[in-house]
């Protein structure tokens, strides 16, 4: 049984902050959505059992949050790298602990060097079912 859950809601501007000339807010409001989307898109693939989302096969629902994930993570990606062009993300950056700016170097690395993968990907396996997945498949 998941364990329960506590609903808040707020104006955006409030959560990450009024909106200015740069992207910083709406790149941080966007990661915070794409993180909790692959949260459940892994959710989906990892669970035995879902019922309501089974009634075709457990593997139709897997494949299909497979899918989805990747075109997530693709967008983590692309939104990965445009957070690092914005000034206010630097400045948040050069207060990083030497731990905290490891961790922050090897994940950002791992985006750049896949991020054209993970698109090529998510357009092979229809994340969003274009022509040229269709043609693939």
């Known amino acids: 049984m998941p364990a329960s859950v506590q609903v808040r809601v ?3 501007k409030d959560i990450f902050g009024s909106a200015s000339g740069s992207n910083f807010q709406p790149i941080i409001a966007r990661l915070s ?20 989302l089974d009634q075709l096969d457990v593997k139709y629902r897997r494949m299909y949050f497979l899918r989805k994930s990747i075109g997530t993570l693709w967008e983590f990606a692309e939104a990965v790298r445009h957070l690092e062009n914005c000034s206010e993300f630097r400045l948040i950056a050069s207060e990083f602990t030497p731990e905290i700016a490891r961790r922050w170097e090897r994940a950002s690395a791992f985006f750049k060097r896949n991020e054209r993968t993970l698109k090529l990907v998510r357009n092979d396996i229809g994340g969003h079912f274009g022509l040229e997945a269709a043609r693939f498949a």
């Open 33 to 52: 959505a794409l993180y909790e989307d692959l949260r459940i898109e892994l959710f989906g693939i990892r669970e035995e059992s879902l019922s309501q």
């Open 10 to 12: 707020r104006q955006l």
